[in-house]
């Protein structure tokens, strides 16, 4: 066993080795305990910190009343940005990692970013706008600026980092990013830029941002926007003509500066083909979508662990908590909610991998990972906000106290069921997928092929079926009332595969999740006959933080 490796989650380990090669594994086992006892040691005092006391500010001029548009951070907080980003959570995804001599896969990232973000998922986001950032340069940018920008977005230590932020939000357009106004000037050296972000996350605290404009004679609409990086300082230090307006006042997440930008002729750099712009965007976005759905699964971590940690040592009546079957069966349903939707985020993970890193995707594996993207943001957005309020519950009125973590746990969560798309926006995104891709078919023949012998998934794909032909001759009304629906029906199905596959491990007590999770998802009656949660409580809710062999 790794010296460490004791105090990592068992499930994590199941996926990591399922689809991690052994070289990559036993290195990410060694990386990630080193990682974790940071985690919840230091940075979660840090973030404890940062959130009642040491939020960003904005000084907004110098001593000389020239415009400064700085961004003050407190100095556990630059602790942590540096400690994470020389993890390599960003930087070896696209450079090789010294000790194995080879860049590392998408699952390394999200192990360390699921870690995090149960103590700091404040912090985890400027990770994602970076992770995004860098992807875009990468990808898309000509070799210039390439070489100019990427050794600084993937720093992990060798060089001055510059943290990205990608800036879409404008006040006129919000999710209607097809609305923006942002202007792009031709000039003699480049692009100028002119325009307001309105919601502009990490500003302030990045070194380059990935704006959307619109150049002179574009057309309207998403079609006639360009992707351009934006230093956030010149080669001399000063302000890349621009300024920030004033820091959002947030009911979470308050580690990371989010701010109103005016981009008064910034400098910027054209990013790939300019009629693309939107569509490497929406490419980025995928990327953090899924860094949402991951920091939804640690915060859902956290909040189990909190809950299960305080109803062990609180008594009442006499009685732990633990002794009553009504704690049992909320400890039971969160532990097996949050390790299903955590499987379900790595397969995600790795159908990502296989269409954005190896391009070795089908057209038809493209649209099942943007689908699975949009269904497990939507879905563990919901059970984030859910699971916080539970440990709440089981602390009682000490849940409500900022002396605990858990108030941090319900607003951090709240955030994110915004950010990325809210759940009517990825309701949209599953209807486009099976209009343009008819990605419900994809989907069926996916979910049989894992578990065509499964009643609850045959009742499952009954259920789809029958609601799919009843929208086929409804106008568009009758299909957007239905989307959120016709989604969780379909997360509803992904799940109940996933708890499937794991269980085909042969571990008792993943097929005991199995058994609970098609409970759970598929038995409609209020009557528990089975009563389930009272019957694998012990071996569900065990302690289970070691390595598996």
């Not at 959130?51 to 500010?57: I, T």
């Not at 990427?150 to 919000?174: C, K, M, N, V, W």
């Not at 008064?264 to 939107?278: C, R, V």
């Not at 409970?519 to 009563?531: A, G, Q, T």
Request: hydrophobic residues 35%.
């Amino acid at each position: 066993m790794k010296r460490g490796a004791q105090s990592l989650e068992a499930n994590l380990l199941f996926n990591l080795k399922k689809y991690m090669d052994h070289e990559l594994y036993e290195y990410t086992i060694t990386r990630l305990s080193s990682f974790y006892k940071r985690c919840y040691g230091e940075f979660d005092r840090r973030a404890a910190h940062t959130d009642r006391e040491g939020q960003p500010k904005l000084i907004r001029y110098d001593k000389y009343g020239n415009d400064a548009s700085e961004i003050w951070l407190n100095e556990g907080y630059k602790k942590t940005i540096e400690e994470t980003y020389g993890t390599g959570i960003v930087g070896y995804l696209h450079k090789p990692m010294p000790e194995l001599g080879r860049k590392v896969t998408y699952h390394y990232s999200y192990a360390l970013g699921y870690v995090l973000s149960q103590v700091e998922s404040g912090f985890y986001c400027p990770v994602t706008l970076t992770m995004a950032t860098a992807y875009l340069v990468d990808e898309y940018a000509d070799d210039e600026v390439k070489a100019r920008f990427l050794p600084h977005l993937i720093s992990t230590g060798d060089t001055e980092l510059y943290e990205g932020a990608p800036f879409l939000t404008e006040r006129q357009g919000g999710s209607d990013v097809g609305a923006n106004e942002t202007k792009a000037v031709k000039t003699n050296d480049g692009y100028r830029l002119y325009g307001e972000k309105y919601f502009a996350s990490n500003a302030g605290a990045c070194g380059a941002a990935a704006v959307l404009a619109r150049m002179e004679g574009a057309p309207q609409g998403t079609k006639g926007l360009s992707l351009f990086l934006v230093p956030w300082r010149k080669d001399d230090g000063t302000l890349n003509h621009l300024s920030v307006r004033r820091l959002k006042d947030k009911l979470g997440v308050r580690a990371v500066p989010s701010a109103e930008v005016e981009l008064t002729g910034a400098q910027a750099y054209l990013i790939g083909d300019p009629s693309k712009g939107f569509y490497y965007m929406m490419e980025a976005l995928n990327l953090s979508r899924i860094c949402n759905a991951i920091a939804f699964a640690g915060i859902m971590r956290r909040a189990y662990v909190e809950a299960k940690s305080y109803a062990d040592k609180r008594e009442a009546f006499g009685k732990k908590l633990t002794e009553s079957p009504m704690i049992k069966e909320t400890l039971v349903k969160m532990a097996v909610k949050q390790e299903v939707q955590t499987s379900a985020c790595f397969e995600m993970i790795e159908l990502f991998e296989k269409s954005a890193r190896e391009k070795t995707a089908t057209e038809e594996e493209k649209a099942l990972t943007r689908l699975f993207i949009a269904l497990l943001k939507a879905r563990t957005a919901e059970e984030a906000i859910h699971f916080s309020h539970e440990a709440i519950e089981m602390h009682g009125g000490n849940g409500y106290i900022e002396d605990f973590v858990t108030p941090r746990l319900l607003r951090d969560s709240q955030v994110l069921t915004v950010w990325e798309g809210t759940a009517n926006i990825l309701g949209h995104e599953v209807l486009r997928l099976i209009r343009k891709f008819s990605v419900h078919e994809s989907f069926t023949g996916w979910i049989l092929s894992h578990s065509a012998n499964s009643p609850e998934v045959m009742k499952g794909v009954k259920e789809l079926g029958e609601l799919l032909s009843y929208l086929k001759n409804q106008d568009d009304d009758a299909w957007q009332l239905h989307a959120k629906k016709l989604s969780s029906l379909m997360c509803d199905l992904l799940l109940t595969v996933i708890a499937k596959k794991d269980a085909e491990s042969g571990d008792a007590r993943k097929s005991a999740v199995a058994e609970i999770w098609n409970d759970l998802c598929w038995n409609r009656s209020v009557k528990d006959e089975k009563m389930l949660a009272l019957k694998y409580y012990e071996l569900i809710t065990e302690t289970r933080e070691s390595v598996i062999q």
